[in-house]
């Protein structure tokens, strides 16, 4: 009967020892923010999106009328596939929609697949600018 009573102290004591060793490791964070123009002029409007697809993460800010954002919730550190989109459009506020579709030319197509952008950035662990300048 002494052999399993010290079988299952050892058991127990392994246990507890496991649960205070274990846990996630923390992944480094690094946080975001940057101005967008075109031809040197602020993007007034607008939305910038991170994504990672090695990370599996991403992240979108809109633009002020600066053309300045910032990401509020940390990044994993890593690299990520940037693109720039034209604003939401807003849901018709009458019964009968109305297309008011903006062209957003100071937005080229390329800029909007993040695939086709070739705007990338390796965010490190603390603070992160980047700044982009679109052009046609």
């Known amino acids: 009967m002494k052999l399993?009573?010290?079988?299952?102290?050892?058991?127990?004591?392994?246990?507890?020892?496991?649960?205070?060793?274990?846990?996630e490791p923390e992944?480094?964070?690094?946080?975001?923010?940057?101005?967008?123009?075109?031809?040197?002029?602020?993007?007034?409007?607008?939305?910038?999106?991170?994504?990672?697809s090695e990370l599996g993460v991403g992240a979108s800010a809109d633009l002020t009328g600066e053309g300045e954002y910032e990401i509020l919730e940390p990044l994993k550190t890593g690299t990520y596939a940037v693109s720039i989109l034209p604003p939401p459009e807003a849901p018709p506020q009458d019964a009968i929609p109305v297309s008011t579709k903006k062209e957003h030319k100071n937005i080229p197509q390329k800029y909007r697949d993040p695939q086709k952008s070739e705007l990338t950035f390796a965010i490190s662990e603390g603070e992160n600018t980047f700044d982009v300048n679109m052009t046609k």
């Open 4 to 23: 399993s009573f010290k079988y299952c102290c050892v058991l127990s004591g392994f246990v507890f020892l496991m649960a205070g060793c274990g846990g």
């Open 27 to 52: 992944i480094p964070t690094g946080q975001v923010k940057g101005k967008v123009s075109y031809e040197g002029t602020p993007l007034a409007e607008g939305v910038i999106s991170f994504y990672s």
